[in-house]
């Protein structure tokens, strides 16, 4: 049993829209991962949250950490093609993320 | 800098077969990870080890499975007997634990994984 549930399972939209994932879960963590991975390869880190409330952003991404630190969302503004993806969250239960928990992940695909 | 670099990358064996799996981590990280991803899911962990010492395995299936990480370094996973429900990539990580003096938190690095098939 998973501890962080993500939604959508899988997302199909066109390039150029916005979109939303979630992550959520009732336990608390110390901190959270949002995490990327192509096919074949293994997941790649993309940002890490600490702070209930914190908001980070990484070009077209925005990524926000829910403010009793169980949830956290990864907004992709006017989405492109090289978005897709396997998108995974990861929590960690004890400060240093040395104790890491994925999510269920979601499918992003960006179609041109 | 190589990263993780796992091996075989893919493997295809009969059920009650036994296989093994090989990680090399990233040199100067002690913390492994082993993780069982199945298609379209997020990968669930298996075992953690802190240098040589397995500090959680609790979600190992330890009638089958088994690990070992000689020197702190390497670390193997097998098999044996293998059943179908097994067919996954099994992922390995390692990360600088404890984080770097500019950093609180560390990132898992992860190596490309084995495709395991049972047939």
């Known amino acids: 049993t998973q501890l962080l549930e993500q939604s959508p399972q899988f997302l199909s939209i066109q390039e150029g829209e916005n979109l939303t994932v979630y992550c959520n879960s009732s336990s608390v963590f110390s901190s959270l991962q949002w995490y990327r991975q192509e096919p074949g390869e293994g997941p790649v880190l993309l940002v890490t949250v600490v702070t209930g409330g914190e908001v980070k952003k990484l070009k077209r991404l925005t990524f926000q950490f829910g403010d009793a630190r169980k949830d956290s969302s990864l907004h992709i503004t006017a989405a492109q093609p090289g978005d897709t993806g396997l998108y995974l969250c990861a929590g960690a239960q004890n400060f240093g993320n040395e104790k890491l928990t994925f999510g269920t992940g979601t499918r992003l695909t960006i179609i041109p | 800098e190589a990263g993780v670099v796992q091996s075989p990358r893919y493997k295809i064996i009969e059920k009650k077969q036994p296989v093994a799996f090989w990680c090399n981590p990233i040199s100067g990280h002690n913390t492994l990870y082993w993780y069982r991803q199945n298609l379209g899911q997020g990968p669930e962990l298996l075992i953690r080890?802190?240098?040589?010492?397995?500090?959680?395995d609790s979600q190992l299936p330890k009638d089958r499975f088994s690990a070992e990480r000689l020197k702190g370094v390497d670390s193997t996973l097998k098999i044996q007997p293998a059943e179908l429900g097994d067919s996954a990539v099994y992922l390995c990580?390692?990360?600088?634990?404890?984080?770097?003096?500019?950093?609180?938190?560390?990132?898992?690095?992860f190596g490309q994984g084995t495709r395991l098939t049972v047939v």
């Open positions: 990580a390692s990360s600088p634990w404890p984080p770097g003096p500019f950093s609180m938190n560390t990132e898992a690095f």
């Open positions: 080890y802190e240098n040589e010492e397995a500090v959680d």
